[in-house]
């Protein structure tokens, strides 16, 4: 299983960032795929999962500012980060969800991409 993200760096506060992760190693096409984020002197946070039907779930603190998407023919899901604030600074990563109903535990997940949102 590999996991690879990209797309993180240095934003201002309100503004936006897209993070890829291309996947390889297993049946991405019938896997539910989730992002996560961990802050400094925090512990692994729940940010956004889909199911390989499309179908997108959320916490209610990421609601409205977050898009999680993916293409099956390119096994890569991505996030999608709107008006970013600073609190939203973390390393983000994509993961294998343990299993459809809990999408915020995982079998695997990537080394992760630095997002810092600083003016």
């Known amino acids: 299983v590999q996991l690879v993200e990209s797309g993180g760096g240095l934003v201002q506060p309100g503004g936006s960032l897209r993070l890829s992760c291309a996947a390889s190693g297993f049946p991405f096409s019938s896997s539910a795929m989730s992002w996560a984020r961990q802050a400094p002197g925090k512990g692994l946070e729940w940010v956004s999962g889909i199911y390989s039907d499309g179908s997108t779930f959320y916490p209610d603190s990421m609601k409205g500012r977050f898009t999680i998407s993916r293409d099956n023919a390119k096994n890569t899901v991505y996030l999608e980060m709107n008006s970013l604030k600073p609190e939203d600074t973390a390393v983000y990563s994509c993961?294998?969800?343990?299993?459809?109903?809990?999408?915020?535990?995982?079998?695997?997940w990537g080394q992760g991409t630095q997002v810092t949102v600083s003016s």
């Open positions: 993961a294998i969800p343990r299993s459809r109903r809990r999408l915020d535990e995982y079998d695997y």
